[in-house]
Each structure stands twice: as C-alpha cells, then as structure tokens.
C-alpha cells in the first residue's frame, strides 16, 4: 500500500512540476531558517553546559540597597575568599578568578599580543571543564607558571611544543614579569562564561596590579566562586556569608552592603546583564537570540499557507481522480493517506534543500553576532536529527493535513456530475491566502520599522560630540606625559582633556543626598575642558573653570537634566548635596542629559567632578580626550597610533574613536536590518508566487467565462477588473491586519533591544500596505490580462 503511495505522490508531483518547485523552495527556504533559529537558541540554552560540574558551582554576589530597591552586584571584599576557607564548613572549594589585560611578547621572538591574563586560586581548572592538551593543566597554582590555552599558544608557536616557553607580561606600569608555559588547555567554547589566555596564580594578581587590596575590606574581586560536592549545601551555606556584613561596612561605609547570596552558575550567563560589575561573558543579546525565531516562525507561515491554498486551488484538477477513486471503494481514510503521502514527499524533499541552504545561512548568520560561532554538524549532536524529525512532521501536518482533510470530503456524485465548484476563488483559499499576506505584511513592516529606527539612532543627539572625539587609555602616568605631548603637537587636535572616567568606558556610583532625598547617581571624574571637548552643553550655570580650578575640584558638582528631575530643583544652582555622607558639594552647572552608554540604557541621574590633569594611581584607568578636525579624524588617530608605538613600544595602542560607543547598536541594526530584509523579501516572494498561482488555477476554472464575456462585448479592461477587484479587498484586509499585528509585534520587540527608539509613524504603515497591494495586484491584473487577450474562440472551446 505505502509503495502504491509513493508511485502515485511521485507520478503528481511531476505532472506539477512548477508548483511543487515553488512549495519545494519555499519550505526549504523557511526550514533553512527554523534551523538557524534552533541553533542560535541552543547555543543559548547550553550555555556554559560544556563544563560538566556547572550545577556545582555558585558565584557570591551582594545586595545592596538603594532607594528601598536591592539592586545585586557581581563582587565581593577581595579578603573574603580566604576568610570563607579558613572559617567556614561545607564548601569544598573557593576561588577568585582575575582578568587583565596585558602586553604579553615571548622572549626570544619578535610577537607581541594584548592578551588577557588572568589569576585564579587553586579550584578554577578542578571545578570547570578545561580538558588538558599537554602538560600539566594544574601549573597555574606556582607563581611563576602559567597555563594557556591551545588556541593562544598556537598564536606564538603555531605547530612548536609550548611547553618550557618563557612569556613576559607587562604590567600597568610597564614592569615586566617572566612565566613559563607549562600547561596548555582547550579553549572554552564561545558560550562560556569563564574565558582565559593566560592563567597564572591568583597571587600575581597582587604582584602584578595592586598589592594594596590584599587585605583590604573595601577592596573587591571581580569573581569569587564556591564549589559545592552536593549543591544541596548551598541553601544552608549562604547565610552563613551574613557574618562578614560587618567587616565590609566599616571598612566602606559609603558602600555598605545590606546581604550576600550565592548564584548558581547553571544560568549565570542569562542574568548577568542584569547584574552590576560583572566581568564574566554574558549570554546573547535579547536581540539575537528573538529575531532568528520570529524570521523562522513568520517564514514557515507564510510557506506552509502557501502550500496549503496551493493544494486546496490545485485540487480541482483531480477531481476526477478523487471521483473515480471513491465510486471504486476508495475510503476518506485512504485518500487521506495519499494527499499526506504526497505532502510528506514534498517536504522531505524541502527539508533536504533547506539543509544545503542552512550550510550556508549558519555561518553567515554566525559572522553577524560578535561571540557568536554557529555551525552546521551533521555528525555530532543526534539532539538535532531529532528536531529536523519533529521539524519535519510539524511542517507535513500544518501545511499538508487540513488539505488533504478538505480534499478527501468531496462528493463522488457532484464530482462526476460537474456540478463541484472549487479551486482558487472559493472563501476558504480566500481566508488562507489572506492570512498568508497578513503574515507578509507584518515581515515588511518589521524591516521598514528597523531600517527607520536605525537612521533614527544615527541621526540622534547623544548630547555629546561623537564625530570628533578620539580617546586613549591610560595606565600610568609615563603613558599620559608621552600621549599629551604628542597631542600639543598636532594642529589638527583643537582640545585636549582628561578623565579619569569617561563616556562610554566607565563611571562610579555614589549616593547623592540633598535635605531628605537621597539619589544612585552615576559619577564621572573629569579634568578641565572635559566638559567642552566632549561637547556636553551646559543649560544652566556654568562649566567648572581654570581659573577656579582649586576650588571646583574640592566643592564643585556638574549634574545632569536627569538629576535636576530626580532631586526635583526648580533652581538647582548653588544647591548643596551631600556625596556618599562624607563630602558637601555644591551644584555650579547643569548639562542637557546625555546617553552614557548608547541607546541600550535609560537616561540616568548623572554627575561630574573635577579632577586635576594629574594621573589618577589609585588602580583605575585614566583617559586623555583630543577633540580633532572633523576632516582629520582618521589621519590624527594614525598619527597618535605612530607616536604610542614609538615612544611606548611596549604596550600595543590604547585609542578609540568615541563614535564605537554605538559600535554594538550599529551591529545589532545592521544584522536586524539584514534579517529582516531577508525575511521581507522571501515572504514577499513566495506570497506573490502564490498568488500568481491561484490567480492561474482560478483563470482555468474561468476561461470560458472570459471567453463569453468578450463575446458579449466586455473589454479587456472591464474583465481585468472584474477579476481583479475581489483581489483588492482582500489584500487590503489583509494589510489592515498585517500592519496591527506588526506593530505590537515589533513595537515590543524593538523596545526588548533599545531602550530609546524611533516610534512607527504614518510610512511605517503605509510603505508595507501599498507596496504589498500594488506588487501584488499588478501580478493578478497582469496575469488576467494575459488570459482576457485570448481569443474568445478558443475560450469558448477550451475543455
């Protein structure tokens, strides 16, 4: 019986050629999708599973509250791991882990890296999975050993044996330290949260950095991590961690903090966004990991209802068929059988295209996400025959099942009288093909909106100059005397400045107090001039001045619009506020808010003080700031990279341009851009198909109608419009509906990436609904054109 399917299914399908072909595509094109997306999201979902003890290992963080809000930071006192291990039963291991970037080179070759160093105590490689290449993967507990990783060795020696090499890191202020390699390990995947080049003893970390936060209280580590061999334990354990409350609060009681929690590291990577002071690898963005699975879902839709009114519209020429096969015993059931046999052959057949696609479609969508490394292994993950298996059925049965129910009903006795009228003009094709345009309108409708808002971003005032800006980091006071004598130099730079904090590359927070309100405020240390090579425009009061600089650096305070709001002062010139309970300033300038860190973040309450030129040695970084002929950008940004290598040719060069702030929106609205267009452009493609199709079937069923009609005297025009007219009110419910859905379906997907965003306007509705109605209806009427320019004889006798 299933051979007798097949020979049938196969014998149709080619009698079909053009229609099966255009379903075949069309599947195989939103298979290839709903494959990216399942990998795209696996790579989500097993994030951090390629270590095989992660659901024994938790991250202590701490609460602290700030407005009666906990707000959870991902650090703890630098003394307190050691303090855990020596007072505290049932944690089998605990660890920091570090990392810096340095200048590694090798000593007997001439190749220099900025590298990522990093210290662990002993625990790190024991509890996560790093599976050793050679060597001894446990050399990072000696001092002056270091374990990298195979990749990083393979940038130094290529195919030598790294083990016995000597590496020298240079440190922030240019000492050097020697390390012999000797252990390698496997890199982590990129969906890790824990990344290393370079991994030492964690002591170096207070050799090579600061040694003045070895003890200290007020000092944090970035990770500090508890291994537990029953992760039972971690309920009853993490109150136990209260008991160093009081330590920490006197040692910073401007950062005091209200409790310590333990996180699991099993989904660390999906919360840490959320998290403040966080240095570990975060999982995708919200944005890469949503718009694979709407562009395959709206995709698939779109297909499926375009095999669907296909089938049902084709039906009418196998009528007959259906006809015979009834009045000769033939069952529903069996009919059944053979319409989903037929379904199944054509989407098995896209599902092999869809594969060839997919090869294609992984990588590049992979190239689009930094981090991101998609690939298509057909012999590795039996996890993914299972999808294509369960993708397979799905399809077969949403585009091919309700068909074949509505095909097999037909009566054998209207059949065979002629009296059945069915194919492309009856309500339910009608309902389908809408549906159809629906899901169409909506794919065109996201592409106009993020094609709109990414020109919106571009455009936008960040309330700062970002064309002209170049900023370079800072480590020690030697590289800011070289760099800003390098920057007087050159006419091209019309302002220098410093900062100890910088837009975009970092800020502090502090609790500002005025009377009985208290506000988080984000703080930035700035030098003289800060204020106006950044662009910021003062709106109230006044910059903080040279002449004044003595008293502007102890009593002065620049906010921002936000912080006017939060403090709500009508007049907030000369009012007094209190930093962290310890430091009286008095407000002498307000400037017009600005986006800190992009367009990812709200606007928050921000303020700046004045710091001298000096460099800042307390252990953070520092910046100069050249504002540059905007017609000179690049050729300063070269000279300054020529002057650092020269005169600091130990450290590679440090320089940014200010405008890579929007580096990642521009990413994000690009690869959106591309999606989406792609999405729009193949769900336009296969309705418009379709649609020509079903206006073909039903000018079948029509043709000696037009045939009498030109007889009687109608025109090709009025013809033409009779058939087409039908089409139009279609179309442009479907618009209506399309264009609805589209904008809660976008608006919330655009306002889950972007915290600012342009919002749909009259083109973002309009663009999709005219140009879906008018492509579309220019097909119909073409198409009925062609068949109404037949010459009525031939209509009339046409069978």
């Avoid at 039996?382 to 294509?388: A, E, R, S, V």
């Avoid at 008095?586 to 710091?611: C, D, H, Q, S």
């Avoid at 000696?704 to 025109?715: A, P």
Wanted: aromatic residues 12%; glycine residues 6%; hydrophobic residues 45%.
């Amino acid at each position: 019986m299933l051979k007798n399917f097949l020979k049938v299914a196969l014998r149709n399908l080619l009698k079909n050629k053009v229609y099966v072909a255009i379903n075949i595509v069309g599947l195989g094109l939103a298979l290839a999708c709903c494959i990216v997306a399942y990998l795209n999201s696996k790579q989500n979902w097993d994030f951090d599973k390629s270590h095989t003890q992660i659901d024994h290992i938790y991250k202590i963080h701490n609460l602290r509250e700030t407005q009666g809000d906990l707000i959870e930071y991902g650090r703890i006192p630098m003394p307190m791991a050691d303090a855990i291990r020596n007072d505290l039963a049932g944690a089998d291991r605990v660890f920091r882990f570090e990392s810096h970037v340095f200048t590694v080179r090798d000593v007997n070759m001439d190749k220099v890296f900025n590298t990522s160093v990093c210290y662990a105590d002993p625990g790190l490689i024991e509890s996560f999975t790093f599976p050793a290449v050679t060597g001894d993967p446990l050399a990072y507990h000696k001092l002056d050993q270091a374990v990298v990783t195979e990749e990083y060795a393979r940038k130094f020696y290529e195919n030598e044996d790294p083990i016995g090499k000597v590496l020298t890191v240079f440190d922030d202020t240019g000492m050097s330290f020697n390390f012999t390699i000797a252990g390698v390990v496997e890199a982590p995947p990129q969906n890790s949260s824990v990344h290393f080049e370079i991994l030492t003893s964690f002591e170096n970390r207070f050799r090579m950095y600061d040694d003045n936060v070895k003890g200290n209280w007020g000092a944090f580590a970035q990770n500090t991590f508890v291994y537990f061999n029953d992760p039972n334990q971690a309920k009853t354990f993490e109150p136990l961690l209260d008991q160093y409350l009081a330590v920490q609060q006197e040692a910073r009681p401007d950062f005091t903090i209200a409790r310590f929690v333990l996180s699991p590291m099993n989904n660390h990577a999906q919360i840490s966004r959320q998290l403040r002071w966080d240095n570990l690898r975060n999982a995708m963005p919200p944005a890469a990991i949503l718009t694979p699975q709407v562009m395959a879902l709206l995709i698939l839709l779109v297909a499926c209802f375009n095999f669907t009114n296909t089938a049902i519209a084709n039906s009418n020429r196998r009528l007959k068929e259906i006809g015979v096969r009834k009045v000769l015993g033939g069952t529903r059931r069996q009919l059944i059988k053979q319409f989903m046999t037929e379904n199944l052959t054509v989407c098995l057949l896209a599902l092999l295209m869809s594969l060839g696609i997919a090869s294609y479609l992984v990588p590049a969508y992979g190239a689009m996400w930094q981090g991101l490394d998609l690939q298509l292994d057909l012999t590795q993950d039996f996890k993914f025959y299972l999808f294509l298996v369960g993708l397979l059925v799905f399809t077969t049965l949403l585009a091919g099942f309700y068909p074949s129910l509505y095909i097999s009903r037909y009566k054998p006795v209207s059949i065979l009288r002629g009296s059945l009228s069915i194919g492309g003009a009856g309500k339910l094709t009608k309902v389908l093909l809408a549906t159809q345009y629906a899901f169409t309108v909506i794919a065109i409708f996201a592409s106009v909106a993020f094609i709109q808002n990414a020109r919106y971003q571009e455009t936008l005032d960040m309330g700062f100059n970002r064309d002209q800006i170049i900023g370079v980091s800072l480590l020690n006071e030697t590289q800011q005397q070289k760099i800003y004598g390098s920057m007087l130099a050159n006419p091209d730079i019309e302002q220098i400045a410093s900062a100890k904090n910088h837009i975009g590359r970092g800020n502090y927070g502090a609790l500002l107090k005025n009377q009985d309100l208290e506000v988080q405020t984000n703080m930035l240390d700035v030098g003289i001039n800060y204020i106006e090579a950044m662009g910021l425009k003062i709106v109230n009061g006044r910059s903080f001045s040279k002449e004044l600089e003595a008293s502007d650096s102890q009593n002065s305070l620049v906010v921002n619009e936000r912080a006017v709001e939060e403090f709500g002062w009508t007049n907030p010139i000369g009012q007094r506020v209190y930093l962290n309970d310890s430091t009286t300033l008095t407000v002498v300038g307000v400037v017009k808010n600005f986006y800190m860190y992009g367009f990812w973040a709200p606007i928050e309450p921000t303020a700046m003080r004045l710091k001298s030129l000096k460099f800042q040695d307390d252990g953070t970084y520092s910046f100069m700031v050249a504002k540059v002929n905007i017609n000179h950008v690049k050729e300063v940004y070269d000279y300054l990279e020529t002057e650092w290598n020269s005169k600091i040719p130990t450290k590679t060069f440090a320089g940014f341009y200010q405008d890579d702030l929007l580096r990642e929106a521009k990413e994000v609205n690009n690869n959106i851009l591309m999606i989406f267009g792609f999405l729009g452009t193949v769900a336009f493609v296969l309705s418009c198909l379709g649609l020509y199709t079903l206006v073909s079937i039903n000018l079948i069923k029509r043709t000696k109608e037009i045939g009498v009609r030109k007889v009687l005297g109608g025109s090709v025009g009025h013809i033409v419009y009779l058939i087409s007219r039908s089409y139009f009110l279609l179309l442009f419910i479907s618009s209506v509906i399309g264009v609805t859905a589209g904008f809660y379906l976008v608006d919330g997907l655009i306002g889950s990436i972007f915290n600012n965003y342009k919002p749909m306007d009259l083109f973002t509705f309009g663009i999709p609904s005219t140009t879906i109605i008018v492509v579309s209806l220019m097909i119909a009427g073409f198409r009925t054109l062609k068949s109404a320019m037949v010459n009525p004889v031939n209509s009339i006798r046409y069978e």
